[in-house]
């Protein structure tokens, strides 16, 4: 990355959005931007309040967003789109990030790869069809050697001082791992063969960042791109990283919630919850195989909360008139003193991206605060942001709040030696 330059106040750091157009990422570039400007109040953000205090994290009017995205599009586009679907991008606050958007969208480049034709994120249906009509797409070396160079290319125009590398694009369907994820020469023999069924689009996503010595955060619940090969990548090249699946909406209540009855000794019997949504990701979870990954980072975490088996069940449906509206109905059964049996109902109405940006933003800057203390491997105290936190068991919202509380402390002592 670039190095200090006298013409520049401070340091740049550059956010890399694998799916640089999707309504979360066009909400979390608009928003930073709005809070940069003064425009908004930065409401949501954990990293603007009092657990930060006197913590060096780099400055919103700082972040360069950039990115890859297989949709011919830009950011004032994506936010009208946004606004005229769910209102929640004030017109008037675009009008007034129109040049700042115009500019961020410069560093948006093509998911198509050079001489394929085919995009990043159908990298692997694309191959698979080659494969079929025995032709040859680009190799799978070649994908991961053309992310990298995107990377690059984007840090070197932009003279930025660091990179942290966000995957925002859609829940692939869970992967069963093979031999082929458990250690990194393995895996590159399965990148060498061109094993599309081995090497999913998160993983290449996550490999190139790793590779490159990139802090990551994987948003998404695909479990492929947090392999065990691609763990000792980041251990080798000394990233930190973690994942997965942004806690943002019904599963965070069911964290906070949860703890309660355990405090009070009341017995949860049965915890059933409905969920419907629009939008791409609706649309993509209307898939089974997504769908599943989806449900299972959502549905494990109360045995775990608990400490004992119960009756649980998550439903999802795509309603395509919400767009990126989503509303989540809980009914929890649970039993109390003298064996009475009693009930909670509540219901969740929220928009995704409004949910998931500053939580994404939160993590960008303790990510790359992380990079800034020589830190490596999981960032086991950003777990109360995730679904499926990694190397953790703990999903008691409460407790997983004390640990980042306490890693910052931890920042805080170290700042005044």
Known sequence: MAKNSKNRSADRLGVWLFGAYGGLATTLVVGTRAIARGLQPPHGLTTETEISKGIRLQPLSDIVFGGHEVRT??????????QEKTGTLPLEMLQSLRSDLREASKN????FLPNAGRTINSIADANREDQRKGTKGPTLRAQIEQVQADIQAFAKKN????????????????????????????FDKAIDRNDVKAVRPSAIYAYAAASL???????????AAMVPAIRELFAKTGAPYMGCDGKTGETLVKSALAPMFLYRNLRVLSWQGYNILGDRDGRVLADRDNKAAKVATKDGLLPAILGYPLHTHVGIDYVPSLHDLKTAW?????????GFKMALQFIWQGCDAILAAPLVLDMVRLAD??????????MHHLACFFKQPLDTTEHNLHTQWQALVAYLDRVRADQKR
Not at 108 to 111: D, I
Not at 369 to 378: F, M
Request: with cysteine; hydrophobic share 40%; charged share 20%.
């Open 73 to 82: 599009s830009d950011y004032f586009s994506a936010a009208r789109e946004i």
């Open 213 to 223: 010595g990139l802090p990551l955060i994987h948003f998404t619940p695909s479990n």
């Open 159 to 186: 003279r930025l001082d660091r990179v942290v590398c966000v995957n925002l694009t859609s829940t692939e369907p869970p992967l069963r791992p093979q031999a082929a994820h458990k250690t990194l020469a393995a």
């Open 108 to 111: 948006v480049v093509s998911g």
């Open 369 to 378: 605060l992380a990079a800034r203390r020589g830190e490596s491997g999981p």
């Open 330 to 338: 809980d009914f929890v059964h649970f039993e109390g003193f003298l």
